[in-house]
């Protein structure tokens, strides 16, 4: 991060910033040295990777090389099993059920370096993960906030924050039974078009308005965007108005949302080009994504290799790798009458 990050230098901007990452990444050091557990690593790493506040810096798993990991188990007795659902809202501890159904946790106190509680696996419908197994692990941070590891379903582990309160997480992952919760904020407002699981819906909301919804504009989620315009493309085009619903939406990549384009498009748009860092090691990056990718079309291989060579040329600068340019749309649909 210190030799190729290009916001480097944008955070730590002073002698005062230079001591504060030092005195952190120490400290993260120190609380490292003995791990060894996957999902404890990745729960540094990413929270030290936190500390620049940068939402495009992330650590993602690679595909080609799965990590192996057993969950721990800590037994639960039936007696401490009853106890726990005699736990109050109040209590962080207690019986706690997935909002998916799925699971059955119980939320013990069970300090270790790493964490203050565990949430033990009572019932689950995935065969992957039995009774005693250690779902979550978190650390206390404040009276009510929480940080630490849920284990997803193929055991891979994610960082996590919640607030618990009267007997539910904040996000809605888990809650106890008959909770009294208020949906707190940021909590996604799911309407009769679309359930946890759908990207995209349409639906008219009258005969002169249309409406889309689209929860994020990840790569991942073009296909299933443009499915959604393209279905219904005739609405679109003759409806005076569109309303486009963008609640809790974190963005994502431009060919995403380009299948919206003509909809909304008004007069020619000005767009901003792209510098990069050019150090050797986000050369090489760049090249990795011509080798490891031999049916890339020809010409975005030559793209691609002309970015290389500005870099080489100018290693340890900012590079210019596309102009600032101007979009002309030859064919939209104004959706005014």
């Not at 990991?69 to 706690?96: A, H």
């Not at 009267?166 to 679309?194: H, R, V």
């Not at 819906?201 to 315009?229: C, E, L, P, Q």
């Amino acid at each position: 991060m210190e030799r190729n990050y290009a916001g480097f230098a944008d955070k730590i901007v002073n002698a005062n910033k230079q001591t504060e990452y030092d005195a952190f990444s120490k400290e993260m050091q120190q609380k490292t040295k003995d791990v060894t557990q996957t999902g404890y690593c990745r729960f540094y790493i990413q929270n030290w990777l936190n500390y620049f506040n940068d939402k495009h810096v992330y650590l993602m798993p690679n595909p080609k090389k799965k990590a192996t990991f057993v969950p721990e188990t800590i037994m639960l007795s039936s007696e401490k099993i009853d106890e726990l659902r005699k736990k109050t809202q109040d209590d962080i501890e207690g019986i706690y059920f997935s909002s998916s159904k799925n699971y059955e946790i119980a939320l013990i106190k069970s300090p270790t370096n790493f964490r203050d509680y565990a949430g033990v696996i009572i019932n689950s419908q995935n065969k992957n993960w039995t009774a005693g197994m250690v779902k979550l692990e978190l650390k206390q941070t404040a009276e009510n906030n929480f940080e630490g590891i849920l284990y997803y379903a193929d055991y891979s582990p994610n960082f996590q924050k919640y607030e618990i309160k009267n007997g539910a997480f904040s996000n809605g992952d888990y809650l106890k039974e008959n909770a009294k919760t208020e949906k707190p904020q940021g909590f996604e407002p799911y309407n009769d078009i679309e359930t946890s699981n759908t990207v995209a819906a349409y639906r008219d909301v009258n005969d002169s308005t249309a409406y889309i919804r689209i929860k994020s504009f990840d790569d991942h989620f073009a296909k299933k965007i443009k499915s959604v315009v393209k279905a219904n493309e005739k609405k679109l085009k003759t409806k005076p108005y569109l309303i486009i619903d963008l609640r809790y939406n974190g963005g994502g990549s431009d060919f995403s949302y380009s299948p919206l384009m003509p909809y909304i498009y008004t007069q020619p748009i000005k767009k901003v080009g792209v510098d990069v860092y050019a150090t050797p090691d986000n050369a090489q990056a760049w090249q990795r994504v011509i080798d490891d990718n031999p049916k890339l079309p020809k010409s975005v291989r030559n793209d691609i290799s002309d970015i290389v060579a500005k870099m080489k040329e100018k290693p340890n600068q900012m590079v210019n790798i596309f102009e600032d340019h101007t979009d002309t749309l030859q064919t939209f649909y104004p959706t005014t009458k």
